[in-house]
């Protein structure tokens, strides 16, 4: 098996392409090691000292890590974390934890500009982001503000905020005349 690394806009973010499907559809997202029960990848993962956060997509895997940490100390123990995995046998998601994460659902009378920005986020935002390793899904919206919630290379990338406000912002602001700013949300 080999792995091939791609780096990312996020200096503390690596992209690792294990040459096969890793998510069949959507996203996960682990933050901390605290919620990966739910993926026997992302545990062995994160049993790597210095790693902060995993995110899987369909065929990556990024991998977040400590600032004090060098990729050079700790990207080995990474390859053959996720090598080790895929030659187990085991699933990348335990049981029925495969939940594809995605948009937060929205009701009520701005039902029909929520659909044309989840549309947007779709065609257009995700699969450029999902190049550099990462994920922004629809958290909500309320009186012109569209909030995002970014999730794998995206979540504390230093041109983050460069994306949402001349990137995202902008095209939906374009397309949508009712949205008026773009603002991320941590959860």
């Not at 400590?66 to 699933?91: C, F, N, R, T």
Request: aromatic share 6%; hydrophobic share 40%.
């Amino acid at each position: 098996m080999f792995i091939q690394t791609e780096p990312t806009p996020n200096p503390a973010t690596l992209k690792f392409l294990p040459g096969q499907t890793v998510l069949e559809t959507g996203t996960a997202d682990f933050p901390s090691a605290e919620g990966a029960e739910a993926s026997p990848l992302a545990r062995r993962i994160f049993d790597v000292d210095g790693v902060r956060g995993v995110f899987f997509g369909n065929d990556f895997v990024t991998v977040t890590k400590d600032e004090a940490v060098e990729w050079d100390h700790i990207k080995p123990a990474i390859l053959g974390a996720i090598m080790d995995h895929y030659q187990s046998g085991q699933p990348v998601m335990a049981g029925d934890a495969a939940q594809p994460s995605g948009h937060a659902d929205h009701d009520g009378e701005d039902a029909e500009i929520v659909g044309q920005i989840k549309e947007l986020l779709d065609s257009r935002v995700r699969p450029a982001v999902a190049q550099d390793g990462g994920d922004i899904t629809f958290h909500g919206f309320e009186r012109g503000v569209v909030y995002l919630h970014m999730q794998g290379a995206c979540a504390g990338c230093p041109s983050s905020t460069l994306t949402l406000k001349m990137g995202i912002e902008n095209l939906l602001r374009h397309y949508i005349p009712e949205v008026t700013e773009v603002r991320p949300v941590g959860i």
